[in-house]
């Protein structure tokens, strides 16, 4: 959305100026067509001030926030107030400013007559496509306000996937962080000091892994080694990113992922547990099974599940049971899975069946977050424990050494 000048000519020939917000300048043309008026120029302003700095908010709304909204507009609506004025309300009281501009094209687009989810698509940040095609089937439905809590509790529950995620491996990036600061700490400053007290002692042969750290030590404080090592990995970091832009290095990428020991198991099983509550969520909602599937695969985030579910909604909109095509996928959905998936399509509650699994799979992830945390934390402390005694050798070898040929 951007801001666009325009002048234009009416019927009497004045020339007529102004502002005007949109999507693009054909929708300003547009606009001004349906006012009977002849165009001059539509160009789009860059009008930045200085006070708008403290406003700017990098990575969206929150998802807290487009949580709260949701409650918010699904309460209001339930009490009964017209939606055109629960948007509006909501513009007026929400504190959070990039959520506030969000919510103000939202009114003025279904003021003027564009449906609720349409607007909700074009601001892409606030609700996914899944949500959207919530608010489609709520809609056609007519109980857009049951909707907007089934969209909360998603949100809610995406929420704390993400919480337990963050929280499992927060406390090992910290200790890493802190043992590769103290390490570097250590390297630059502290080694340095004693190779220089060893050489005034006169030590002409030192432990290998003394020599070692030294010359590491050397590295780190030659800005030639500083260059070096930040070169490094800058072309490792851009070399990444671009091998995993590319549909292959992305597949790639991503089942690697799924293959290491614990981390891999508890990414598929936050995949699993994101694909039955999806799919309960959406059935539930009336939305036809091959775009809940397509829905589905647009919101993975796992390029391995993606490519699966996608085939999966080829093969249903054929026909075939959905339980007997995610059976050809070589272990990415699991033999406990597909059988209450064939039993729900057997049985007609495909919906109720995927929503047990969702809970099913939930526990697993709580269990493998902590399972995970649990595993960490000994590790970290065994390799920080290693990496001192490791220091120390390499500092009191020599010392030891000074002593007995001082003896």
Excluded at 37 to 58: A, K, P, S, Y
Excluded at 169 to 180: C, E, S
Excluded at 240 to 252: D, L
Aim: charged share 20%.
């Amino acid at each position: 959305m951007g801001v666009y000048t325009y002048s234009a000519t009416d019927i009497k020939g004045r020339t007529i100026k102004g502002k005007r917000e949109a999507e693009s300048a054909d929708e300003v043309a547009n606009f001004l067509h349906e006012k009977n008026l002849v165009i001059g120029n539509v160009r789009e302003t860059i009008n930045f001030q200085f006070g708008e700095i403290l406003n700017i908010q990098i990575g969206g709304v929150p998802l807290k926030e487009r949580l709260i909204f949701a409650k918010q507009l699904a309460t209001m609506l339930n009490a009964g107030l017209p939606l055109i004025q629960a948007l509006e309300i909501l513009v007026q009281q929400t504190e959070n400013k990039a959520l506030q501009k969000k919510l103000s094209r939202i009114y003025k687009d279904v003021a003027s007559g564009v449906r609720l989810s349409d607007a909700f698509r074009k601001e892409k940040s606030m609700f996914n496509e899944t949500q959207v095609n919530l608010l489609v089937a709520g809609e056609n439905s007519g109980n857009l306000n049951e909707i907007l809590l089934r969209i909360a509790e998603d949100l809610e529950k995406s929420q704390a996937l993400r919480g337990k995620l963050v929280g499992a491996l927060i406390y090992p990036v910290i200790l890493l962080v802190a043992l590769v600061g103290v390490f570097a700490i250590m390297l630059i400053f502290m080694i340095p000091a004693v190779s220089d007290l060893y050489k005034e002692f006169g030590a002409d042969s030192l432990p290998w892994i003394t020599t070692v750290l030294i010359s590491m030590s050397n590295f780190l404080t030659n800005p030639a080694g500083i260059f070096g090592i930040i070169a490094f990995f800058v072309i490792i970091y851009v070399g990444f990113r671009y091998y995993r832009v590319t549909p292959e290095g992305r597949y790639n990428v991503d089942r690697l992922i799924l293959k290491i020991p614990i981390f891999g198991n508890l990414i598929s099983k936050i995949q699993l547990t994101q694909f039955c509550r999806l799919l309960s969520l959406l059935l539930k909602s009336g939305v036809p099974i091959v775009t809940v599937l397509e829905t589905i695969a647009n919101a993975s985030n796992n390029r391995v599940f993606e490519a699966v579910i996608r085939d999966a909604a080829v093969q249903v909109a054929k026909g075939n049971p959905l339980s007997t095509q995610l059976a050809k996928t070589e272990g990415v959905f699991p033999m406990v899975l597909l059988k209450m998936l064939a039993t729900g399509e057997e049985t007609g509650k495909l919906d109720q069946v995927s929503a047990d699994m969702a809970k099913f799979y939930e526990e697993e992830v709580n269990q493998l977050t902590s399972t995970l945390s649990k595993v960490m934390e000994p590790l970290i402390l065994i390799l920080v424990g290693g990496g001192v005694a490791v220091m120390a050798l390499a500092i009191y070898m020599p010392i030891y050494q000074l002593g007995e040929l001082a003896g």
